[in-house]
């Protein structure tokens, strides 16, 4: 569970005094997510989810995440709408905190999806990637090939702890990412964590998107190779070329992949398996003193990018067009 900040209840009060929804009914810390502290807030209002955003998201990046949000939302793709305050404000201060309320989003994440789950999130992505296209706000990718280097800087160290040898291969992985990263891949704004925990799906309806906090402007492919990793694996960390098949189709249907782009995913995805797993290793070796979170494995990363070191063209991921 992610809730690193408690909200006393006078403090909420106040907070939420200056916003036309009421007083407040219930706020429960959220048993899902890592980042940041989650709230489900009822209302006289309604219903409506409070975030005080913690130690990885910059409070500079806040006014991006929350418009990127508001334009997604006006351009028909199914994600949380930023609540604003009687000052017509999306973002305030709670507990020391930067901290926003956005809209409750129905629907349910599977944690273990089908191959239909597959081809609606490719859809969606495909879509989200539509939708942003004339979206005015850019930022970094701070979790890009310099990112992933200072991230290893700091957790190389230790990364043995985890598993002999895990340092060497993430130092030579990063070598050979540094010097094949592609530069002419088209780019675009990315929601860079579209996990299957951020992907509420309801019966009939294209599936509701959260999570916004790692979007930027990067490599469009690249989220879809994080798609790619994060929805394709089995529990026992294999491959599931059916799934494979099924998202990067459904993607291709609704936003047409050039052909540098299909041929860059196996390395694409070997960069975001590194992403992740470099994440995962920092918070596996550094969990907060007192905090309700379950840190996420980063060996599953390890596999994952192991398998895509054996890829060589997206047949392997049992697509082909
Ligand atoms: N707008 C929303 N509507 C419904 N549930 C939400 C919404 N935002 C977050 N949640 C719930 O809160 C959980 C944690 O939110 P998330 O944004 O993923 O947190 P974190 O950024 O800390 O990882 C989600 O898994 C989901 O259950
Ligand atoms: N998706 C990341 C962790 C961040 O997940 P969040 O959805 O809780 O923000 C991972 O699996 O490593």
Not at 25 to 40: Q, R, Y
Not at 289 to 314: C, I, M
């Amino acid at each position: 569970m992610a809730v690193y900040t408690d909200v006393p209840e006078d403090d909420l009060a106040r907070f939420l005094a200056a916003y036309d929804l009421g007083h407040h009914l219930t706020c429960k810390g959220i048993a899902e997510g890592v980042e940041n502290s989650n709230f489900l807030l009822r209302t006289e209002g309604g219903q409506f989810i409070l975030t005080l955003y913690e130690k990885r998201v910059k409070r500079e990046s806040l006014p991006y995440f929350l418009g990127l949000m508001e334009h997604a939302a006006e351009h028909g793709i199914t994600c949380p709408l930023p609540v604003k305050n009687r000052d017509g404000k999306v973002l305030g201060e709670l507990c020391g905190r930067p901290a926003a309320i956005v809209t409750f989003l129905d629907g349910i994440s599977r944690r273990r999806p089908t191959v239909e789950h597959a081809a609606q999130v490719g859809d969606a992505l495909a879509r989200f990637h539509n939708a942003t296209f004339e979206f005015q706000m850019c930022r970094d990718n701070d979790l890009s090939l310099e990112g992933w280097q200072r991230l290893a800087d700091g957790a190389l160290d230790r990364a043995n702890e985890v598993r002999t040898g895990l340092a060497n291969a993430i130092a030579e992985e990063l070598s050979y990412l540094s010097r094949n990263w592609p530069k002419t891949l088209p780019k675009g704004t990315i929601h860079a964590d579209l996990f299957p925990d951020n992907v509420l799906f309801v019966e009939g309806r294209a599936p509701g998107l959260i999570d916004f906090y790692f979007a930027c402007t990067d490599i469009l492919a690249y989220d879809l190779s994080i798609c790619l990793n994060a929805w394709c694996f089995e529990p026992d960390h294999s491959y599931n070329a059916t799934k494979g098949r099924a998202l990067l189709a459904a993607y291709h249907a609704a936003r047409p992949l050039r052909e540098d782009e299909i041929e860059a995913l196996p390395l694409l995805a070997r960069g975001s398996a590194m992403r992740f797993l470099l994440t995962r290793l920092i918070d596996w070796l550094s969990v907060p003193t007192g905090a309700l979170v379950q840190p996420k494995d980063p060996l599953e990363y390890w596999r994952k990018l192991r398998f895509h070191q054996t890829v060589n063209s997206v047949a392997s991921y049992g697509w082909e067009i």
